[in-house]
């Protein structure tokens, strides 16, 4: 496997980078409706993974994650990874592809309705119609359909219908916001099988996950890095002081085998026929036993090396910090995915 950016991945990372850095937007509201509909429409990033004859790009989530890397190190407030990832796969996987066109067109916003850290809800289905409780579940603030897994069944539900509730949650990363969603008697339409296809959509959600955490670590690294430089103590710069550099160095090293692994990752769940073999649930295992604690070590160091302002609620030191700890604990902790990874190996669990 080729673990090197090709032409046309550095292509979109440019197109991404280029209307990122002409855009401003406040992470503090959550969801910037207007730079969605910039990368919906005019970048079309949530159709890659769409077969082209149903409107998408018919990429792979090798592309997906390329952009969950750049959507990281910009901290962009969207719901990119339930709409473009979790939701595509859960409906190829179930065999239902009527909902992809809206949304790789941008005109849907889906969320697979799963906790966003936690076990899976019991929901029950009577009459065609769902009865239970879903916490804290991400992209669903501002999705149109829901998925819904219930009674061993993945039924589609109207986010706005009857008998849907949805109560955002005061959580510590504001840039994604969740909700608990409460069914009362809401009408769903039973689309396949929940179990291949929630499994699948964690499988391939946790690898390109790790992709959204390399970019958060590395504007973590450069951002302190730049810091280091500037900043004076003593008449000299920070990164001068022989603890800063060793400091530095480690999270640089970390970041590095970050990249490595991410790319393997989004590289081995790309066949997205193939999500259930062994080799992409180790990579995605990996990926988050890896990547998640790195991502969480360099928001630290940011956070700590530029001393008094990193504290400061103004500086965005403390919203990477934020994404970084929500992530490391999102579709499992990076404890539960050492121990996949034993399993997967037939060795003894590391804790």
């Not at 969950?68 to 719901?79: D, M, N, Q, T, Y």
Request: glycine share 10%; net charge negative; hydrophobic share 45%.
């Amino acid at each position: 496997m080729n673990l090197l950016y090709s032409a046309d991945e550095e292509s979109l990372r440019d197109s991404l980078r280029g209307l990122l850095r002409s855009r401003s937007w406040s992470a503090d509201d959550g969801f910037d409706a207007d730079v969605w509909r910039l990368l919906t429409t005019e970048v079309g990033v949530t159709g890659l993974v769409v077969p082209e004859k149903l409107g998408g790009a018919g990429a792979s989530l090798r592309e997906t994650a390329l952009v969950l890397e750049e959507l990281g190190r910009f901290l962009v407030p969207v719901p990119y990874l339930g709409c473009a990832v979790l939701a595509p796969v859960a409906l190829r996987v179930a065999g239902d592809t009527s909902v992809l066109p809206r949304i790789a067109d941008g005109s849907a916003c889906v969320a697979l309705a799963v906790p966003f850290a936690g076990p899976l809800p019991s929901i029950t289905v009577a009459g065609g119609e769902l009865t239970g409780r879903v916490e804290s579940v991400a992209d669903a603030l501002v999705a149109d359909v829901l998925l819904v897994p219930a009674d061993g069944g993945l039924y589609e539900v109207a986010a706005d219908g009857p008998g849907v509730s949805r109560t955002p949650v005061v959580s510590l990363d504001v840039t994604r916001p969740l909700v608990d969603l409460e069914l009362t008697g809401a009408p769903g339409r039973l689309i396949g099988p929940a179990g291949p296809a929630v499994a699948a959509a964690f499988t391939a959600g946790a690898a390109v996950l790790a992709s959204e955490q390399l970019g958060v670590a590395e504007w973590c690294l450069d951002t302190t890095v730049e810091y280091a430089k500037t900043r004076l103590q003593f008449g000299r710069p920070i990164g001068s002081f022989q603890a800063v550099k060793h400091r530095l160095a480690d999270v640089w090293v970390s970041v590095t085998q970050s990249r490595a692994v991410a790319r393997y990752a989004a590289g081995t769940v790309s066949d997205e026929d193939d999500l259930g073999g062994t080799e992409p649930r180790l990579a995605a295992a990996l990926a988050q036993a890896h990547c998640g604690p790195a991502a969480v070590r360099a928001a630290e160091e940011c956070v700590q090396l530029h001393g008094g302002i990193g504290f400061t609620w103004e500086h965005p030191a403390h919203l990477y910090l934020k994404r970084a700890k929500t992530t490391s604990i999102a579709l499992g902790a990076a404890p539960a995915h050492r121990r996949e990874l034993a399993s997967l190996l037939d060795l003894d669990a590391a804790y």
